[in-house]
């Protein structure tokens, strides 16, 4: 299975676009992208996924590159909530939950 | 919205005692999942289940057992707490097996065992 690549920590100004990028160079045809973020002390919370076209939903937008070899999160205006460790990971085609693997993620910290 | 709910949010048991942890999903999802998450180790899966009564193991099942007898829920039992047992446990969720469909996750059990 691709394995994902973030790095470890980023900081971003509050009401700023926060950007988070996400390598998965080995990532095969048909694997999801997906983000995940965890807010302190609590669960990992879905965000947003994608395939190879760019996706936007309320929480945030997916930019994938042609190549799908890597991605990039946008939060458009982070707030104060938005803190959080935020996990890129890569869907394997044949499973469901029992073979994701969650790195070690980026840990975002939104600034006032 | 899918819910994942899991019976407690923090826990504190004795070395030796019989532990539950309860996760109910209300969202008709066939897959449940129990993982452990520790500093530095990420996620590490544990248990999971494909349908009542079926379950399969994951990377960390020793020391633990699971039961499923009705759809919506996925025990977690720690037969004997051992301290080393200490950790955030996390249940997840997920419609099908489909790489289309998000995994679901509670909010997470706090287990301190003493």
């Known amino acids: 299975d691709a394995k994902t690549t973030q790095p470890t920590s980023m900081d971003c100004a509050e009401g700023r676009a926060a950007n988070l990028p996400c390598n998965h160079s080995?990532?095969?045809?048909?694997?999801?992208v997906y983000w995940y973020r965890q807010i302190h002390s609590q669960g990992p919370q879905y965000i947003i996924h994608g395939l190879k076209n760019n996706e936007t939903n309320e929480m945030a937008s997916l930019i994938i590159t042609e190549d799908r070899k890597s991605s990039t999160l946008i939060l458009p205006h982070a707030t104060l909530r938005d803190t959080a460790v935020y996990y890129c990971?890569?869907?394997?085609?044949?499973?469901?939950?029992?073979?994701?693997?969650f790195g070690g993620g980026t840990r975002l910290m939104v600034k006032p | 919205d899918v819910k994942v709910t899991q019976s407690s949010r923090y826990l504190v048991k004795r070395t030796g005692e019989k532990v539950f942890l309860e996760c109910v999903q209300d969202?008709?999802?066939?897959?449940m999942f129990w993982y452990r998450q520790d500093p530095g180790l990420g996620l590490r899966l544990i248990y999971f289940?494909?349908?009542?009564?079926?379950?399969e193991k994951g990377d960390i099942p020793e020391g633990y057992s699971v039961s499923r007898e009705k759809k919506e829920r996925f025990s977690l039992i720690l037969e004997s707490a051992s301290t080393n047992q200490t950790s955030m446990y996390l249940c997840?969720?997920?419609?099908?097996?489909?790489?289309?469909?998000?995994?679901?996750f509670g909010n997470g059990t706090r287990l301190t065992v003493t």
């Open positions: 997840a969720s997920i419609r099908e097996s489909s790489y289309n469909s998000p995994l679901h």
């Open positions: 080995t990532i095969s045809g048909n694997e999801y």
């Open positions: 289940s494909y349908d009542v009564k079926m379950k």
């Open positions: 969202m008709d999802h066939e897959n």
């Open positions: 990971i890569v869907r394997p085609a044949n499973n469901a939950g029992n073979m994701l693997t």
